[in-house]
């Protein structure tokens, strides 16, 4: 046998070694749902690499939320070490996110342009199964977390991640993104700030949170804002005014002002704009009713705007979530290993630990009127309007 053909034989039976062992390794699905934050690629490297730490296993990310398993034709990406390499400093996800479509609510396009939305789960439930993924990882917030408890109760082992910068998922203390969503409002108060001063203004910030006013409130005490309006604590707008009469009374002659885009007046609602009867309502116009309320109330000094929007998830994450959302990626990989799904990673009083999908969405997390936090505010001055 000349060694040419020595060669190519043992080429041949590399490849077919290495297609056996590719065969024998336990596939995993992940997914990143809804909306984007600062940190997701950090859980991804994380898992990624814990995977194949282990051995044995193999890892590949659904595009586009659920959509890269549903969709014609497929697009799944493999996940490997090289895949994640150095990506924890980035912001958004590299396998990308949906808020639009899903399993329970796939929408379909009409001939009139309108869609119609239909339930795909048990077609997905059984897709996992003829593929061969023994787990399905969904990273998400309260919305995705409830799709994963949904699917869970089909027979899908699947796992929950927490994510999102409102902060409001009650059955973890906090949730990557939301840290470095409060360090960009903080540095866009500090910008304010000096503004205000200079052209004795009231320069108001609004923030996101949706229901929830954590975002404003850390940002308030972080940035020395004068007024913090919560969508907790619905505000008197002539206490607002008497607020800031004695402010300006006393010397000062300038503002900054923190509003939770879910924010409003006593006896009034918070404003919202639902696009559909499936999707999440999305929240605008706090700040410029508040700004019209403080006119029409007769404050003189100069009013503006600013809308932080999405620049609050974009970029990349502070060193706080890259840790949090890594210690997360690691703990839902350990949850799969001991075959404990159904879960959702949890971080409570300095602990990673997990508890189950049901709990994880039954109790939203607000803030309480009469938390410590808020007396920490209202004694260093910060008006709520209350």
Not at 159 to 185: H, R, Y
């Amino acid at each position: 046998m000349d060694k040419r053909r020595i060669v190519c034989n043992f080429v041949a039976l590399f490849q077919i070694v290495k297609n056996f062992s590719r065969m024998k390794k336990q596939k995993i699905l992940v997914a990143t749902s809804g909306g984007d934050c600062p940190g997701l690629n950090a859980v991804l490297r994380s898992f990624v690499k814990r995977a194949d730490l282990e051995g044995g296993w193999e890892v590949w990310g659904s595009i586009q939320s659920f959509s890269g398993l549903l969709g014609q034709p497929q697009d799944l990406r493999l996940l490997d070490r090289k895949a994640v390499s150095g990506i924890h400093i980035k912001g958004g996800t590299i396998i990308g996110t949906t808020k639009s479509s899903g399993p329970f609510n796939w929408p379909i396009k009409q001939a009139d342009g309108t869609f119609k939305y239909i339930d795909r789960s048990d077609e997905m439930v059984q897709m996992c199964r003829d593929i061969g993924f023994a787990a399905v990882v969904n990273i998400g917030g309260d919305g995705s977390q409830a799709m994963s408890k949904r699917l869970f109760d089909k027979g899908l082992p699947i796992i929950g991640i927490p994510k999102t910068i409102d902060n409001d998922l009650g059955a973890t203390d906090v949730t990557f993104g939301f840290q470095s969503a409060v360090d960009i409002a903080t540095e866009a108060l500090d910008r304010l700030v000096s503004t205000a001063e200079s052209h004795n203004r009231i320069l108001i910030l609004e923030v996101m949170g949706k229901n929830s006013g954590w975002i404003a409130l850390h940002s308030a005490i972080a940035g020395g804002a004068e007024i913090c309006l919560l969508p907790e604590i619905p505000y008197d707008i002539d206490k607002v005014k008497s607020f800031l009469d004695a402010r300006f009374e006393g010397g000062k002659k300038f503002a900054v002002a923190v509003v939770a885009e879910g924010a409003h007046p006593q006896g009034g609602d918070a404003l919202g704009v639902q696009a559909s009867e499936l999707s999440s309502v999305r929240f605008e116009g706090a700040a410029q009713r508040f700004a019209q309320e403080l006119k029409q109330a007769g404050v003189e000094a100069g009013i503006r705007c600013t809308i932080l929007g999405h620049v609050q998830r974009g970029g990349s994450p502070v060193p706080y979530d890259r840790v949090l959302a890594s210690q997360y990626g690691v703990k839902a990989f350990d949850l799969i290993q001991e075959g404990k799904f159904g879960q959702m990673v949890t971080y409570q009083s300095n602990k990673v630990s997990s508890v189950p999908l049901e709990e994880a969405i039954s109790n939203p997390k607000f803030v309480d009127p009469n938390s410590f936090l808020v007396h920490t505010a209202k004694s260093i001055n910060i008006c709520f309007g209350d």
